[in-house]
């Protein structure tokens, strides 16, 4: 370990935190960011996933909530989801030239949440590839992301800025440094969300069209359409998936399980609009037993009562009155 | 002090709230809360403060949006209820709502904005006068009161102003009422956006008689939404006031949630 006096002073912090029952006011005491050290995985010939945590963004965590994926090309490395800071970002293309011994020639970001994208700034622009769908939402929602990380990141993103990648990806198959990519363009966990198959490996990168053993995010779900992509996925031929969140899928669990718990979730909010319950109480509903391993599941249920709960009660709540 | 008192009471009463004496009568914060005085000696008139684990104040883990924070109070282990105060001591618009609950349960449940981190708790003063005060801390990003509502981005909200939305659940002895109504909500802290919102809410039986009114702020949500739960079966009609003197009414039929559950 490498001792900085930044990383003594987070050590303190810690410390300080846990001494938190004896000496309250320690746990105002100012905390610094640590160093990111993302770790490489090999699932595959030529394929790395780097695991993200299976939490909410968090300070503790540096917003490295979400899985990267690096292949390895004859022509350099193909980066897939930067993840939420430059800083992280710089660790990822590090990381990545380390494993492949070449340089990063590609970057795709899956779709436009922050903690897949916001990772791109250590790259150069060129190299940024998503959907056109994904650069207009980063247009639309980008500065409002990168208040709401540096309020709860702070200095973990120090330098990050908002990098539009460049939105020419289409469907269809694509072929860099001899490696055959399919990439598909869907939506439903966002308006546009990119999947791709790398052929050789038959691994499929799912984005966060699937989550695997933590609960579904639903900011900018549509769930109708996230299940047709779901569809199209589950139709594709593949060996294992790598989803945006939780950990590799070799036995074909974590698209039926993403499927699973957005039936559940759509089912359960609408029935819990007809019969006559608030917001908090559906954010109370029993969470059913197959889900009991699945993270952050009631963290995730009260985010989508809250996406979800006002406009299912103007569609389904009857007009009264005047 | 004591002459005065006996004098000029009202003006003393607001002259010795300001004076550190009656803080002293005060429990202390156990939210620990810089703003906790400062509104517990302007709102806790009438009566003694206790800080009541019997008052449920349920919050979200998260506040997702800060727009539209739900906030749920049950005081129903409390007998004698009078009155339900929700606020947010460090909201610019404190006070929320402010329930009377004459003919209904202790119960409300609506939805909050919320301008950064802040207390969100429950008042419920009892027959006796005495204050039952619970809550908790909850996180939020800025924004909530002082960014437009979505109605004034999107330029529609006189095309629905008022609409009424809403069902009543009816279990033989007592009545879930659900209601809401499109109003931006209008905090006034939002420059060229003068303050509007609906102020009152009445809930009267098919007699006519008020079961429930409430109070209502420019801090709670655009769009109100409001769960309440009154004593009797039949049909409630629901009545709004907004600050432009509008009224917006509706009858909740005491099958409609009923109906509603059971697909019909």
């Keep these: 370990m490498r001792f900085s006096r930044r990383a003594m002073f987070a050590g303190l912090g810690l410390a300080g935190l846990g001494l938190a029952s004896l000496a309250p006011a320690l746990v105002y005491a100012e905390q610094f960011a640590g160093t990111y050290n993302p770790q490489a995985t090999q699932v595959a010939d030529g394929i790395w996933m780097v695991r993200g945590a299976d939490e909410p963004i968090a300070f503790a965590n540096g917003g490295a909530i979400a899985n990267t994926v690096i292949i390895a090309t004859d022509d350099g490395a193909v980066v897939v989801d930067p993840g939420p800071s430059l800083s992280y970002g710089k660790a990822i293309r590090a990381l990545a030239e380390g494993v492949t011994g070449k340089a990063v020639i590609r970057v795709y970001i899956t779709h436009l949440h922050p903690d897949h994208s916001f990772g791109a700034g250590a790259f150069d622009a060129g190299l940024v590839h998503a959907l056109s769908a994904t650069r207009h939402d980063l247009e639309r929602d980008g500065e409002g992301f990168s208040d709401a990380l540096f309020r709860v990141l702070a200095d973990w993103m120090k330098g990050t800025t908002v990098v539009l990648p460049q939105g020419d990806v289409t469907a269809g198959e694509t072929v860099i440094g001899g490696r055959t990519l399919r990439l598909f363009a869907l939506g439903g966990h966002s308006s546009g969300d990119l999947a791709i198959l790398d052929e050789a490996t038959g691994t499929l990168i799912g984005g966060d069209l699937v989550f695997h053993d933590r609960a579904p995010a639903t900011p900018h779900a549509n769930i109708a359409g996230w299940l047709s992509a779901l569809d199209r996925l589950a139709a594709v031929e593949h060996k294992q998936v790598i989803p945006g969140h939780g950990p590799l899928d070799t036995g074909n669990v974590a698209i039926p399980q993403t499927r699973d718990w957005l039936t559940w979730l759509d089912g359960m909010l609408h029935d819990a609009v007809l019969s006559g319950m608030n917001m908090t109480e559906a954010g109370a509903a029993e969470i059913p037993a197959r889900f009991a391993n699945i993270k952050v599941a009631r963290y995730e249920l009260q985010r989508s009562v809250s996406h979800f709960y006002p406009g299912l009660e103007a569609e389904l709540l009857p007009m009264v009155g005047n | ?264």
């Excluded at chain 2, 009566?47 to 906030?71: M, S, Y």
């Excluded at chain 2, 209820?81 to 003919?103: C, H, Q, S, T, W």
């Excluded at chain 2, 809410?201 to 209502?216: F, H, L, S």
């Design chain 2, 1 to 264: 002090m004591r002459l005065i008192k006996t004098i000029l009471p009202a003006a003393a009463s607001v002259f010795l709230a300001a004076s550190p004496a009656l803080a002293e009568g005060l429990p202390a914060d156990p939210l620990g809360s810089p703003m906790w005085e400062y509104h517990a000696e302007k709102l806790f008139t009438g009566g003694p403060v206790i800080f009541d684990n019997r008052v449920k104040v349920i919050l979200p883990v998260i506040a997702e949006d800060q727009h539209v924070v739900p906030v749920t109070v049950d005081a129903r282990k409390l007998d004698g209820v009078k009155r339900i105060v929700v606020f947010a001591d460090l909201n610019p618009i404190p006070v929320a709502i402010d329930y009377r609950p004459m003919g209904a349960a202790p119960f409300v449940a609506t939805r909050i904005k919320l301008d950064q981190r802040t207390p969100v708790r429950a008042a419920v003063q009892l027959a006796d006068g005495s204050w039952h005060v619970a809550g908790d801390w909850i996180d939020a990003a800025g924004g909530g009161c002082s960014a437009p509502p979505l109605s004034r981005v999107r330029g529609d909200w006189a095309d629905h102003l008022g609409e009424m939305r809403g069902a009543a659940w009816s279990d033989g002895n007592s009545t879930r009422l659900r209601f809401g109504f499109r109003h931006p909500m209008d905090t006034g802290l939002v420059e060229n956006i003068p303050a509007y919102n609906i102020e009152t809410v009445r809930v009267t039986d098919a007699g006519g008689r008020e079961i429930a009114t409430m109070d209502v702020y420019g801090s709670v949500a655009e769009d109100p939404a409001f769960t309440l739960v009154v004593d009797r079966d039949g049909p409630m009609e629901v009545s709004a006031r907004d600050t432009s003197g509008l009224e917006f009414t509706g009858e909740l039929a005491p099958a409609s949630g009923k109906r509603l559950s059971s697909g019909q």
